[in-house]
DNA sequence: CTTGACCCTGTAGTTGCTACAGGGAGCATA
DNA sequence: TATGCTCCCTGTAGCAACTACAGGGTCAAG
């Protein structure tokens, strides 16, 4: 058993994180000590850490939420997990994608600019409508 | 002179987000008619093209706000600018080398995953602590 | 004169936390 | 015993950048 300062050190998570788990329901609401502190055993902490790991990853709070509870039924079988981690793998190849369209956008934008007096930098034209 | 829902449609934006941007200063209190309507100018619709056009680029709305107000200053150089278009782009590549390696973690999980009972599903496994 | 599309203000919701404010608990030290 | 000090408690509000109502008013067409 410990207290929530401690678990949090443990999975490197902030004693505020916690209490907002527990409110949305991510975390079941622990025992308490008699002068009402929170104590966490172990089950607690794994699965704080998972959620914490799956966090890491990208996983949305609703994703963890449903890769949790298909964990706590022990689902047949791991299709579902499987489809929400392709599903969250495809939406991070979307996100490169995007910001590697924007690099090359901003690098343009940024290797055009000769200096100068803004009323003729190149960035600025570049974020302007109408160019002429 | 155009409408707020005209302006919309010319910029792509929502009614809600132009006023949006005027409640917080982005964009000016524009004229209003008799029945109180607000109307835009060409002024207005090129400042909130620009605004758009930032953000597409994934500029903050501060950032925004502050390439606007060197452009309207009509400042000396471009040097601010070129510093806030360099250090936006530095944050795309660090984004990008962290989705990179996000990416690279989630394909060896999923990649791992041979389909079959949830309590032997690899992706689980990796998310839980205490590998055994 | 009614219908429908548009507009108005003001407020609250979204995601995932984070930061107080204003108190109580528990332990060590003087 | 008193005084600190660190930790914990609840409840609320803030962040970014919108988005979505609710409950009304305006305006042109038919
Ligand atoms: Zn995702
Ligand atoms: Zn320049
Ligand atoms: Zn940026
Ligand atoms: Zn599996």
């Known amino acids: 058993m410990r207290s929530i300062g401690a678990l949090g050190k443990a999975t490197n998570t902030k004693v505020e ?4 788990y527990e409110r949305i329901g ?11 502190y929170r104590t966490y055993d172990d089950e607690a902490l ?3 850490s998972f959620i914490r790991r799956s966090r890491d990853l990208g996983f949305s709070l609703d994703q963890v939420r449903a890769l949790l509870s298909l964990t706590d ?6 299709k579902t997990v499987d ?4 599903d ?4 991070i190849e979307r996100k490169i994608a995007d910001l590697i ?6 690098s343009t934008m940024i290797e055009s600019c000769g200096g100068g007096n803004i009323s003729e930098c190149r960035i600025i034209e570049a974020l302007s409508p109408f160019d002429n």
Chains 1, 2 share one sequence.
């Open 17 to 20: 994180t916690i209490r907002y």
């Open 26 to 36: 991510l975390l079941a609401p622990p025992q308490r000590t008699d002068g009402n």
């Open 46 to 48: 794994a699965r704080l």
């Open 73 to 78: 039924q022990g689902t047949q079988d791991c």
């Open 83 to 86: 489809r929400i981690a392709r």
């Open 88 to 91: 969250h793998m495809a939406e």
């Open 101 to 106: 369209a924007l690099r090359h956008e901003l």
